[in-house]
Every structure is written in C-alpha cells, then in structure tokens.
Nanobody, 124 residues
Framework: QFKLVESGGGLVQPGGSLTLSCVGS????????IGWFRQAPGEEREKVSC????????NYADSVKGRFTVSRDNAKNTAYLQMNNLTPEDTGLYFC?????????????????WGEGTLVTVSS
C-alpha cells in the first residue's frame, strides 16, 4: 500500500528555517507531481507549492515566494520543502500530496495520496 510520510516540523523562532521531507513508500514517487499544503488552526487548507515529476516545473503561493523552495530527489523517493525566514503566519500542519498530472497540482485538486502531516509552529 502506498504511503506518504512527512517529517521535519517543529517549533522555530520567527526568522528561522526548517526543511520538511515527504517520503513515499510502496510506489515510486517519480510518477507523480508533488504538492505541499498547510492548514492553520481554524482555517482552510492552503496550497503552498508544487513540483512536477521531473522537477522541471515549480510554483509557490504568493505568501511564501522567495522564502520557500520545493525540491525532490526521486532516487530517494523524497520531496522537500525548504522554509526560510519563517513568520508566525506560517504556523500550521503541513501535508504533502501526490498528483498524477502537473495540471492537477497546479490547480490544487485531484490529489491521489495524502500524508498525515507534520506540525510547524513559529513562535518566540
């Protein structure tokens, strides 16, 4: 059974950095585009970033452009989200998801698989 597992979350001070990982097991991740999403307490889930299966295409929410970088290593079946200059507004549960086509990830719907998330808390 295919499974996605996120890790790397934690408590960080404003201005700090974290790198999240999303590891797939049971199926090669290189077939899928990968999306990163987050959900703050009491708010709707928000798409943060997408990366295409071969890393040729990426996109970012306006709120994270210039601060977050998405990448992947298909040999390790892992996707990453490097987050710099974090603010309290970045606090939330971060999820990764697979998409069978870039267009679905870009649109933010049609996820094939979800992870359970990793919690990021930005606070002084």
């Amino acid at each position: 059974q295919f499974k996605l597992v996120e890790s790397g979350g934690g408590l960080v001070q404003p201005g700090g950095s974290l790198t999240l990982s999303c590891v797939g097991s049971g199926l090669p991740l290189d077939y899928f585009a990968i999306g990163w999403f987050r959900q703050a307490p009491g708010e709707e889930r928000e798409k943060v970033s997408c990366i295409s299966s071969g890393s040729a295409k990426t996109n970012y929410a306006d709120s994270v452009k210039g601060r977050f970088t998405v990448s992947r290593d298909n040999a390790k079946n892992t996707a990453y989200l490097q987050m710099n200059n974090l603010t309290p507004e970045d606090t939330g549960l971060y999820f990764c998801a697979t998409f069978e086509a870039w267009a679905f990830c870009e649109a933010g719907y049609g996820q094939k698989h979800w992870g359970e998330g990793t919690l990021v808390t930005v606070s002084s």
